[in-house]
């Protein structure tokens, strides 16, 4: 429960930095990050309230019993489900510590070809990737450079680091909505990275013409929900077994009141 609460403080905190509403409120998955932290804070409150009301209660059961005479030595013994229920709710909250699980997309200068599209220049230029997969909710992080080199010299004239990324499906265009640093893939399927240029307005204009422009860098993709469906089936099978074991000590004891 404590674990639960620090996290939900800590991200909270963090959540307050973030500008608020109708301004940039901040990469979706950034703010989903956030969203899903805050939940799995409030699911280890839940399972260790059920932990420690249900520890509570069963030590005061099993006390009261041993000095009302009513818990023979040869039946005083308790199920296993206690223990494992503990473990169980130990391991849903341990969950919330490790980070996402994430894969990188390596592109080198030849996964990506130029494309000019309708934009507000009124044309806009890009370099498109190969195609990736992605699944979906997973989260995307571009780290994309864009380096232009002197074709007579081969020296490096320019580099653009941290490059304007959009992702799209190979069949749709960029659209500001798509702003890929830190955006969510909307479904299963490939995608593209759009990397955006603004040295010249077409590679053929000067001095783009005397230049040769190249992209690399890497795609991290996060599954940010990994843990979450599991942490909550295994704190709910943990908290499911503690009210089994109340359940079993409670039809245990009137038996023995009974005799």
Not at 1 to 11: A, D, E, N, P, R
Not at 132 to 139: R, V
Not at 161 to 185: I, K, Q, R, Y
Not at 211 to 223: F, K, P, W
Request: charged residues 10%; positive net charge; aromatic residues 10%.
């Amino acid at each position: 429960m404590v674990s639960g609460l620090l996290l939900i403080v800590i991200t909270s905190l963090q959540w307050a930095e973030l500008q608020p509403p109708g301004s940039t409120l901040g990469p979706p998955s950034y703010v989903q990050t956030l969203t899903l932290r805050i939940t799995q804070g409030i699911y280890t409150c839940i399972f260790g309230v059920v932990l420690s009301v249900g520890g509570f209660v069963l030590s005061k059961r099993e006390g009261r019993a041993g000095e009302e005479g009513r818990w023979p030595p040869s039946q005083r013994w308790r199920s296993l489900s206690p223990y494992v229920a503990v473990v169980l709710i130990l391991i849903a909250s341990l969950m919330s510590v490790p980070p996402a699980p994430q894969r990188t997309v390596e592109f080198a200068a030849s996964d990506f070809h130029l494309r000019t599209v309708p934009g507000g220049g009124p044309y806009e230029n890009y370099f498109v990737s190969r195609p990736f997969s992605a699944f979906e909710g997973e989260a995307l992080y571009p780290g994309l450079t864009i380096t232009w080199t002197d074709n007579r010299t081969g020296a490096m004239v320019e580099r653009q680091g941290s490059a304007t990324t959009f992702v799209t499906s190979p069949s749709a265009f960029p659209a500001p909505t798509d702003f890929a640093t830190g955006n969510l893939a909307p479904a299963d399927g490939s995608y593209v990275a759009w990397v955006r240029y603004y040295l010249c307005e077409t590679p053929a204009t000067p001095p783009c013409s005397n230049y040769t422009g190249s992209v690399t860098g890497s795609l991290v993709i996060a599954t940010q929900l990994a843990y979450v469906r599991v942490q909550l089936v295994v704190g709910a099978a943990g908290s499911v077994l503690m009210a089994v074991s109340l359940v079993q000590f409670g039809q245990r004891n009137r038996r023995i009141t009974s005799r």
